[in-house]
C-alpha cells in the first residue's frame, strides 16, 4: 500500500480497503524507519493520527472530503504550521512556533490531508543540497536502493557505503526523502530557483513548480518574494496534479495571486496523440557542463515525442547565459530584505549580548543564521546601496525581463512546452557535494531551472530513467503561464511512455512488503 | 508588552504630547524682529528675514516640510488590524503587523481613497499607476526592518495648498500665498518605543505599527515659521473636511518635519537642518524661527551648518542636534515585490465590466469632495457679509463654524451681529478660560434666544451682557427666565423715564448748567446717570431723546 501512488492510495481509501488510520500508522512506522534520512525536522504524529481519525469518521459516514482525505502529506519546514514548530532549518527559528498554517497548509488539511510532519531543508531554503541546515544533511533513500547498490557491487571502486551516500539535492530534500522513501504520498516543497525540480529529479520523483501567481505564498516563509512558489512533489503526475488542485487559486492574503477564473480541479486528460504537439528544445541548454547520460536521455526523450508525430523545434533563449548571474543579484537582494526582521524582538533567537541594540541585532543575527545566509544578506546589502542600485539590481531587473521576454518568444513562436534537463547530473555522495561551496553549487545546479522563476513559468521535472549508477535522472518540461494543465498533460503523456522503475527499498522496509505489490518495471526503457 | 533590556540605548524617544495644546494653535505674531512681514507682493516671501543693517546682506530663509497625516480609517494599511489611538498596548497587532514570518500585505482600498481624496484636494495629478517600496533600517519598533513606502512613483505629486497670511496693523488682513506640493506618497506608520531609562529598558507598543500614513512633502516655498503654521493649519483644516485624517497633533495623527536653511537671495542655498518633534501648530512656528536665527547667527559668527537632524525642545524652546545617527543611512529602498502595482482608473479608462469592488475610480471620488475650507471661508463671506478675516477665525477654531451656522438657523438676528457676538463675546469667553467649542456652557440655542430678545428690542445690549454671563454659569435657565428674573426687559413705560429724567436733572444741577453753557458732551453723563437708575434697562437712545427735548424747552 506504501509503494502506490496518492490517486491509488485515494481509491484504496474509498474502497475501505485501508483505513486513514490504518494508513497514518504505517507511515508513522516508516518515518521512525527510515529516521536515518533526515528527511523530517518534526514529525507531527499526534496531530496525524487525529486528523485520521477524523477522516474515518467522515469515510464512515460517507462524507469523504475528496481525493486528499486521508492521505498522509508531509510540508516543508518554511510553511508556517499553527502549533507546529517552523524553523526553516535555522538557529534563527528554532523554537518559533506559527499562530497561523499558511494558506497551501490550510487547504490541504481542508481537504482532509494527514500532516506527518515538517521536512528538512537548507537553512531558509538557500542551498541545493539539503546539506546546510542546522539538523544536518538529508539522506537520499536511493543511496540505500537495490538498483543503486547492485551497481555499486559491480564498480570495484566503491568505497565504505555508509560514508559514501548521496544527497538529495535541495532544497527541498527533506520532502523528497519522505515522498520518495514512502513515508507520504505527496510533499510541499518551495521552489524559488529550482528547489523543487531539483531534489525531485535526483529522488526519481515527479516535482511541479506551479505557474507564479497561481498558488498563495501566504505563510511560506520567503526566500524570494517574486520568485518563490509552493512546490509540490509527487510520484506521478496526475497526483500533483489532484494536490495542485487543491492548492490553485486566489488567496486574499496574497496580493500576487490571480483572480482569472483558472480550469479547476485540474484534471488530466491521456493524450492519445501528440501529432498536434509543438516541443522547443532551447539550444542555450546544451552545455559543456552537462553530463553525457543527461544529454543523451535528453535527446531521447525529443526523439520520443518526435517519433510519435509531436513537431519537436530547436530553439533559442538568448539570454540564458546571463540567468544565473541576473538571479544571484536579484536573489540575494531580496534576501536581505526579508532577513531583515529576523532581529530577535519579536520572535525567534536573541542572543544574550544587551550592551545597546545595535549590539543585540548584531549578536543575534550572528548566532542565528548561518554562514551562507549571511553571505547573501552581505551580497545582497551590497547591491541594494544607493551607489550601486543602479548597476546591480536595476540592471539584473532588466536582464529578467530579457530573460522572461526570451521565453514569451519561444512560445510566441509556437512551441507549447519546452523540454530541458532538470540538472547536470545525477545526485552525487554527500563528501563528493561538499567539496565545493554552497554558492559554487547552486550556481551550478540551479542553472536550467532559475530561469523559469524568473519568468513566473510553471515547469515539471519528470524521473525518466536511472543512469548508469542506477540513479535517477530527471528532465525538465517548461509551460505558458497560467498553462499549468497543459503542461502536466504532456508530462503525463511522457510519463507514461518512459516508465520511470520505482524505488526498491525492501531491506529498508523488511516489514512492509507491501511496496514491491506494486513494482513497475520499464516498458519502454530510455535507459542507455 | 514587548521588551527587552538594553543599556546603552542609541535612540531617542520620539515625545507623544499628552496637552491640549493643540487647541491653542492659531498661529500667533511671532514676537522675533525679522517676522513681521513688510511685503504684500504675492510670490515675495511674507517675511523677509532681519532688517539689514547698514553695509548688510539680508538673510532669506527656505522652509521645507514633510508632513504625515494617519490615515482615518478602520483598519492599518496593509492588515486587517484595527486603528484605534490610546488603545491598550499591543491590542491592535495582527500577525503581519509583528512581522511574523510569511505573512504579506494586503493593501486596504480606504486608505488609498483617502490618498487619492487628499491628493484631489490638493490639486495633486493621480499618478494611475504608483508603486510601493521597501526601505531599510533597523529600529525596535519597525518589525520587519524594512517600511513599504512609495519612494520612486507615489500616488500624487505636483499639487498646491493656498493659505492666507495674517498681516497688517491689526493682523487683519489676510494675504493669501501658496505652497507647492512635490508629492503625497502612502507608507506605514512605524510602532512605539518606549523607553524607560530608570530600568533602563525598552518598552515596543506595536498598535501604531503599519497604520496607514499620508506623507505630503511640501517644496521649500515657505520662509518662516508663521508661514509654515499656517500652511499646515490649512492642510489640517482640509484634511478634516475631507475626513481622511483626523489630523490631530496631540495625538500623533499629523506630525511635521521642517528642512531649514539660509542664504543670501540670489546666492546658493544653503545647508540645511532637519527638525523633528514637532508635535503642536505653535512649536513647529516657533522651532522654526529659533532654527533660522540659530543658523543667521551661527552664520554671522562664522560658524558652519552642518547638515544634521535637530529635535526641537518646547520646553527651552529652542533646537538641539539629535545625534542619532552615525553617518548617513542608506535605506536601500527596493521594491516591494508583494504588491503589484496599484493601479487607478477614470471614467475614461475603466475597463468595461470591472468589478467596482476591484477598482477604484478617480473621478467617481473627485465627484464626492466636499467643500473645502477655502470654499466655506468665500461662502460665509457672501452669505452673511462677514470680513475674510472671520471666516478664517471662524474656521480655525475647532467646532466654531458649526456653533455660528448652528446660532444663525435659529435666530432671527442679523447674521453680522451673530458673527459679531460669535467672534468677539462668545470666543473670548471661551478664550479666557481655555475652553475648546464642544465645553462651552452656552448652547447655540441659548446664544440664538438672547439675540432674539436683543434683535426684538426686548433687552438692551448691555443688559443682553449680562444674560450671557449668567447663562456662562451653567445654571440651566433660559436667556427669557433670566431676562424675566433679574427684570431686564428694556423700560417702556416713557412717562415713567420721562419722570427720571426729569428727577436727575433736578437732582444735578451743575451737570445741567455745564450743558446749557455749551458743554454737548455734559449730556452723556445725564445719560450715564438714567440708565443706571433704571438698571441699564432703558434704551439709551430715548433717553437722550427726552433729556433733549427736557432741555431744549
Excluded at chain 1, 543540497?129 to 536502493?145: A, M, R
Excluded at chain 2, 487647541?23 to 517675511?47: D, F, H, K, M
Excluded at chain 2, 542636534?321 to 516591494?336: A, N
Excluded at chain 2, 426687559?489 to 436727575?504: K, T, V
Aim: aromatic fraction near 6%; charge should be neutral.
Amino acid at each position: 500500500m506504501l509503494g502506490r501512488t496518492l490517486q491509488e492510495v485515494s481509491a484504496a481509501l474509498k474502497q475501505g480497503q485501508i483505513t486513514p488510520t490504518e494508513l497514518c500508522q504505517k507511515c508513522l512506522s516508516l518515518i521512525k524507519k527510515t529516521k536515518f534520512l533526515n528527511a523530517y525536522i518534526t514529525v507531527s504524529e499526534e496531530v496525524a493520527l487525529k486528523q485520521a481519525e477524523e477522516s474515518e469518521k467522515r469515510y464512515k459516514n460517507g462524507q469523504s472530503l475528496g481525493d486528499l482525505d486521508g492521505i498522509p502529506v508531509a510540508v516543508k519546514d518554511n510553511f508556517s504550521t499553527s502549533g507546529i514548530e517552523t524553523t526553516c532549518a535555522s538557529n534563527m527559528l528554532k523554537g518559533y512556533i506559527p499562530p497561523y498554517n499558511a494558506t497551501v497548509v490550510q487547504k490541504l488539511l481542508d481537504q482532509g490531508a494527514l500532516l506527518m510532519g515538517k521536512t528538512n531543508l537548507d537553512e531558509f531554503a538557500m542551498g541545493s543540497g539539503s546539506t546546510d541546515g542546522i539538523f544536518g544533511p538529508v539522506k537520499n533513500p536511493w543511496s540505500y536502493s537495490k538498483q543503486y547498490r547492485e551497481k555499486r557491487k559491480q564498480n570495484p571502486h566503491s568505497k565504505n557505503e555508509d560514508s559514501d551516500w548521496l544527497i538529495t539535492g535541495g532544497s527541498s530534500g527533506g520532502s523528497a526523502a519522505a515522498v520518495s522513501a514512502f513515508t507520504c504520498y505527496a510533499a510541499l516543497g518551495s521552489d524559488t530557483g529550482g528547489s523543487t525540480r531539483n531534489p525531485a529529479a535526483h529522488c526519481g520523483l515527479v516535482g511541479f513548480k506551479p505557474s507564479y501567481g497561481l498558488v498563495s505564498r501566504h505563510g511560506l516563509i520567503p526566500l524570494v518574494n517574486s520568485m518563490d512558489v509552493p512546490g509540490i512533489l509527487t510520484r506521478c503526475v496526475d497526483d500533483a496534479a489532484i494536490v495542485l488542485g487543491a492548492l490553485a487559486g486566489p488567496d486574499p492574503k496574497d496580493s500576487t495571486t490571480v483572480h482569472d477564473p483558472i480550469n479547476k480541479p485540474f484534471m488530466l486528460p491521456s493524450l492519445a496523440d501528440v501529432s498536434k504537439l509543438c516541443i522547443g528544445i532551447p539550444k542555450e541548454y546544451l552545455i559543456p557542463e552537462l553530463s553525457s547520460e543527461v544529454r543523451s536521455l535528453w535527446s531521447k526523450a525529443a526523439d520520443l515525442f518526435e517519433s510519435e508525430g509531436a513537431k519537436v523545434l530547436e530553439v533559442s533563449l538568448p539570454h540564458t547565459s546571463y540567468s544565473i548571474v541576473c538571479y544571484h543579484v536579484l536573489c540575494t537582494s531580496e534576501v536581505a530584505s526579508n532577513m531583515a526582521r529576523f532581529d530577535g524582538l519579536q520572535y525567534g533567537h536573541r542572543c544574550d549580548i544587551n550592551v545597546s541594540t545595535e549590539a543585540m541585532y548584531a549578536a543575534t543575527r550572528r548566532e542565528g543564521f548561518n554562514d551562507v545566509v549571511r553571505g547573501r544578506i552581505l551580497s545582497g546589502n551590497f547591491f541594494l546601496l544607493k551607489e550601486n542600485y543602479e548597476n546591480y539590481f536595476v540592471k539584473a531587473q532588466k536582464v529578467r525581463r530579457l530573460i522572461a521576454n526570451d521565453f514569451v518568444n519561444a512560445f510566441n513562436s509556437g512551441v507549447d512546452v519546452l523540454l530541458t534537463p532538470t540538472t547536470l547530473s545525477e545526485a552525487v555522495p554527500y563528501l563528493e557535494f561538499i567539496k565545493e561551496d554552497n554558492r559554487t553549487r547552486s550556481a551550478q545546479d540551479d542553472i536550467f531551472t532559475q530561469a523559469v522563476n524568473m519568468a513566473g513559468l510553471p515547469a515539471v521535472s519528470i524521473p525518466v530513467a536511472l543512469s548508469n549508477q542506477g540513479l535517477p535522472i530527471g528532465l525538465q518540461f517548461i509551460g505558458r503561464a497560467f498553462c499549468d494543465q497543459q503542461l502536466l498533460t504532456v508530462a503525463k503523456w511522457f510519463e507514461k511512455q518512459v516508465q520511470f522503475p520505482v524505488i526498491q527499498l525492501q531491506e529498508l522496509m523488511d516489514d512492509c512488503s507491501a511496496v514491491l505489490e506494486n513494482e513497475k518495471s520499464a516498458s519502454v526503457s530510455l535507459k542507455q | 508588552m514587548l521588551r527587552w533590556v538594553g543599556r546603552g540605548r542609541l535612540w531617542t524617544f520620539a515625545r507623544v504630547d499628552g496637552g491640549s495644546c493643540h487647541r491653542r494653535e492659531a498661529p500667533t505674531g511671532s514676537t522675533s524682529n525679522w517676522i513681521r512681514g513688510q511685503s504684500s507682493v504675492a510670490q515675495q516671501p511674507l517675511c523677509m528675514t532681519q532688517k539689514p543693517r547698514k553695509g548688510e546682506h539680508k538673510w532669506a530663509a527656505v522652509v521645507g516640510l514633510e508632513i504625515h497625516a494617519q490615515i482615518s480609517s478602520n483598519s492599518k494599511l496593509f492588515s486587517g488590524s484595527q486603528v484605534r489611538f490610546s488603545a491598550p498596548p499591543n491590542s491592535l497587532v495582527s500577525f503581519f503587523d509583528a512581522s511574523l514570518p510569511g505573512t504579506l500585505p494586503v493593501l486596504n482600498r480606504r486608505c488609498v481613497e483617502a490618498a487619492v481624496m487628499t491628493g484631489l484636494a490638493l490639486n495633486c495629478h493621480i499618478n494611475k499607476k504608483s508603486l510601493f517600496d521597501r526601505k531599510h533600517y533597523f529600529y525596535a519598533d519597525l518589525p520587519a526592518g524594512y517600511q513599504i513606502t512609495q519612494q520612486r512613483l507615489p500616488i500624487a505629486v505636483n499639487g498646491s495648498l493656498t493659505y492666507g497670511v495674517c498681516a497688517g496693523k491689526k493682523q487683519s488682513q489676510v494675504i493669501p500665498k501658496t505652497v507647492r506640493i512635490k508629492q503625497i506618497q502612502l507608507e506605514q506608520d512605524s510602532g512605539k518605543s518606549l523607553h524607560d531609562d530608570l530600568r533602563s529598558q525598552t518598552l515596543i507598543d506595536l498598535n501604531r505599527a503599519g497604520v496607514g500614513l499620508l506623507e505630503v512633502v511640501l517644496e521649500p516655498d515657505l520662509s518662516c515659521g508663521e508661514e509654515a503654521a499656517t500652511a499646515v493649519r490649512e492642510l489640517q483644516l482640509i484634511l478634516q473636511a475631507l475626513g481622511t485624517s483626523q489630523a490631530n497633533m496631540a495625538e500623533g495623527q499629523l506630525r511635521v518635519d521642517a528642512n531649514i536653511s539660509v542664504h543670501h537671495p540670489g546666492e546658493p542655498l544653503g545647508v540645511r537642518t532637519e527638525v523633528k518633534n514637532l508635535n503642536s501648530i505653535r512649536f513647529l512656528a516657533k522651532a522654526i524661527d529659533y532654527e533660522i536665527q540659530r543658523q543667521i547667527n551661527e552664520l554671522e559668527n562664522g560658524g558652519e551648518i552642518l547638515n544634521e537632524t535637530r529635535s526641537f525642545h518646547y520646553q527651552l524652546g529652542c533646537t538641539m542636534s539629535m545625534r542619532d545617527k552615525e553617518g548617513k543611512q542608506d535605506y536601500r529602498f527596493m521594491p516591494e515585490p508583494n504588491l503589484p502595482p496599484l493601479v487607478l482608473y477614470d471614467a475614461t479608462s475603466l475597463p468595461a465590466g470591472a468589478d467596482p469592488q476591484q477598482v477604484i475610480n478617480i473621478d467617481q471620488i473627485r465627484e464626492t469632495l466636499p467643500e473645502l475650507p477655502s470654499v466655506t471661508r468665500e461662502r460665509l463671506v457672501q452669505q452673511y457679509g462677514m470680513l475674510l478675516e472671520h471666516s478664517f477665525t471662524l474656521l480655525n477654531e475647532v467646532g466654531l463654524l458649526e456653533f455660528f451656522q448652528n446660532v444663525i438657523k435659529e435666530t432671527r438676528a442679523e447674521p453680522k451681529k451673530v458673527t459679531s457676538w460669535v467672534l468677539n463675546t462668545f470666543l473670548g469667553y471661551l478664550k479666557q478660560q481655555n475652553l475648546a467649542v464642544s465645553e462651552s456652557p452656552v448652547t447655540p440655542s441659548a446664544l440664538a434666544e438672547l439675540l432674539d430678545l436683543l434683535d426684538s428690542r426686548t433687552i438692551s445690549s448691555a443688559a443682553a451682557k449680562q444674560v450671557f454671563e449668567e447663562l456662562w454659569k451653567r445654571e440651566g435657565k433660559t436667556p427669557g427666565q433670566i431676562v424675566s428674573e433679574k427684570q431686564l426687559e428694556l423700560m417702556e413705560d416713557r412717562g415713567a423715564l420721562e419722570q427720571l429724567c426729569h428727577s436727575m436733572m433736578e437732582a444735578h444741577p451743575q451737570v445741567v448748567m455745564d450743558l446749557k453753557k455749551g458743554n454737548p458732551r455734559a449730556i452723556n453723563k445725564l445719560i450715564g446717570l438714567v440708565r443706571k437708575a433704571t438698571q441699564s434697562r432703558a434704551d439709551p437712545a430715548m433717553i437722550k431723546e427726552i433729556l433733549e427735548k427736557k432741555l431744549s424747552s
